[in-house]
């Protein structure tokens, strides 16, 4: 049987009965064909449905939800109302903000709405002068608005259409308290739209909270890696993994690169090393102030660095246009956020690399992220460095300290300890 491309089942936009308006901003940014998710979602939406929708970053989900709402709210709009904020959309990183502010604005540009963005990080006064001169549409990270609802610079007593964005994040990052406080102040008549990647319990449960009898969406299984990202693994020891990465940058002359690392301190010291070999690096991270973050994004989008080293957190909805390459210098905790990983590299058709570098004490990350995808990623035979194994081990937890409490200590017998040589 032939295989059947993408391309040749998507729906046009124009079949999608969106507005005029809406439809020429669409054209102006070349966009022809809607994305599974858009497929689904948009018509559900128009329709006032809720929605439960699994998709990841780069499967169009931000058009998903953005333009059935402009629309609903273009059918509805009359000169007299004085502007009040009519839809929220959460999102757990202040990158991701940023963005979806932008494609509301983009999708936009022939209505007469006014969206807006706060997030933490940055000084809140600009923000609240910015609200103060009216915002229909508001894309928020939790902390931030919920500072600000607390001190009466925002209303949401007019609230028709609530988005939570990547729910499974903003849970993964500990908003769910900020978020049932939120709800809680939110009028009860009102559009709910959840997208998540990953359905955990707390997904399902903060789902059966939250939507009224929804609408699932489903695109393409989320474990599913895009069939234009070649993989590999590099299986070496730790102390090797840096060296390794600056030999592959060096010796091929790649000119970007996102590595991943688990934690804020090693995205420094990672950098660090890879300055000190020459290469031209930055990183980020959750530590890092808005403005670094802004400038550290740029520097790597505009080619002033060419390795830019992140934690899944930071990296969460990052759009960085033909990304060539993606190195996983740590691999994830959570084996989905490997997916999302890859997802940054070969989109919208082109292809794309995604390199791991695991040691045999991190066996068991790579075990589980195969088994999420439901093959094995090949392995590079010859790394250079000397051969090791990949077991599928789980990790050794160190025991547990007996509980004493209760139990009074016995005084020690010095002459029954090992006596060791000198």
């Known amino acids: 049987m032939p295989k059947i491309s993408h ?116 000084s809140s006064q600009t923000q609240i002068k910015r609200l103060q001169q009216g915002v229909d549409i508001l894309v928020a990270t939790p902390g931030r608005l919920l500072d600000l609802i607390n001190q009466k610079y925002v209303d949401l007593s007019q609230l028709q259409f609530l988005v939570l964005d990547e729910a499974d994040r903003m849970l993964d990052m500990g908003f769910i308290v900020d978020i049932r406080k939120l709800i809680k102040s939110l009028p009860t008549q009102r559009q709910n739209l959840l997208f998540s990647a990953t359905y955990s319990q707390e997904i ?45 940058i060096g010796h091929s002359n790649w000119q970007q690169v996102l590595v991943f690392v688990r934690t804020k301190h090693g995205a420094d010291r990672l950098c660090k090393q890879l300055i000190k070999d020459g290469l031209r690096c930055d990183a980020l991270h959750g530590d890092k102030t808005q403005g670094a973050r802004s400038r550290a994004l740029e520097k790597f989008k505009s080619g002033k660095v060419n390795v830019l080293i992140a934690t899944d957190i930071a990296a969460r909805g990052l759009d960085i246009d033909q990304l060539p390459h993606v190195i996983n210098f740590d691999l994830p905790e959570q ?45 590079v035979t010859d790394t250079g460095y000397e051969a090791v194994t990949l077991i599928d081990t789980p990790p050794k937890k160190s025991p547990r300290k007996p509980d004493n409490r209760n139990n009074p200590k016995k005084p020690t017998n010095r002459n029954s300890r090992p006596r060791f040589k000198k």
């Not at 998507?10 to 022809?32: G, K, R, T, V």
């Not at 393409?220 to 060296?243: C, G, H, P």
């Not at 292809?351 to 075990?367: H, K, N, T």
């Open 7 to 122: 391309k040749n089942i998507y729906m046009s936009f124009n079949q999608l009965d969106l507005s005029a308006p809406l439809l020429q901003a669409i054209a102006e940014q070349d966009y022809q064909q809607a994305t599974p998710v858009q497929e689904q979602a948009i018509p559900l939406i128009l329709e006032g449905r809720d929605i439960l929708a699994g998709a990841q970053t780069g499967t169009g989900k931000t058009a998903s939800f953005a333009l059935p709402i402009l629309q609903l709210l273009q059918a509805q709009e009359s000169p007299e109302k004085t502007r009040s904020i009519k839809a929220l959309i959460l999102t757990p990183t202040r990158e991701l903000a940023v963005q979806v502010h932008a494609s509301f604005e983009t999708y936009g540009k022939h209505l007469p709405f006014h969206a807006d963005v706060i997030f933490g990080g940055v």
């Open 335 to 379: 084996a989905e956020d490997y997916v999302h990983r890859i997802g940054r590299t070969g989109r919208a058709g082109l292809e794309g690399e995604a390199i791991s570098l695991v040691a045999p004490e991190e066996a068991y990350l790579l075990f589980a992220v195969e088994k999420l995808l439901g093959n094995k990623i090949p392995r």
């Open 204 to 248: 399902k449960t903060l789902a059966a909270q939250l939507l009224n009898n929804p609408a699932e969406v489903e695109v393409a299984r989320e474990n599913i890696a895009a069939d234009t990202v070649k993989q590999s693994v590099y299986a070496l020891k730790k102390e090797y993994k840096r060296e390794l990465i600056s030999w592959l």
